[in-house]
Nanobody, 121 residues
Framework: QVQLVESGGGLVQAGGSLRLSCAAS????????MGWYRQALGKQRELVAS???????NYADSVKGRFTISRDTAKNTVYLQMNNLKPEDTAVYYC???????????????WGQGTQVTVSS
């Protein structure tokens, strides 16, 4: 069993910044990937940014140059630094982690509870 705890969401004016955190804990043998998704009202969930164990990253075109994903492997934590926020960034942001559990040969993915980010004009 794996638990993901998200924090850092809130209300901010356009042009402002927020930093999201997601800490993973539980029966984790290794983490293969961590990432952030978001779902705006009336839209489907989309990938925002991801960080893979090999060091590669992936960003949605809409956030490139503004958002930065990083991780602290010692703490099993992934961060999303969001700068120059725009109203269209308003959404519920979800952390996702792909892990290998102890005593398991397979990988599983887990989702955080979601944190609301609201950007006002």
């Amino acid at each position: 069993q794996v638990q993901l705890v998200e924090s850092g969401g809130g209300l901010v004016q356009a042009g402002g910044s927020l930093r999201l955190s997601c800490a993973a804990s539980g029966n984790i043998f290794s983490i293969n990937a961590m990432g952030w998704y978001r779902q705006a009202l009336g839209k489907q969930r989309e990938l925002v940014a991801s960080f893979f164990r090999g060091g590669s990253t992936n960003y949605a075109d809409s956030v490139k140059g503004r958002f930065t994903i990083s991780r602290d492997t010692a703490k099993n934590t992934v961060y999303l630094q969001m700068n120059n926020l725009k109203p269209e960034d308003t959404a519920v942001y979800y952390c996702n982690v792909v892990v290998r559990l102890h005593y398991s040969d397979s990988r599983s993915d887990y989702w955080g509870q979601g944190t609301q980010v609201t950007v006002s004009s």
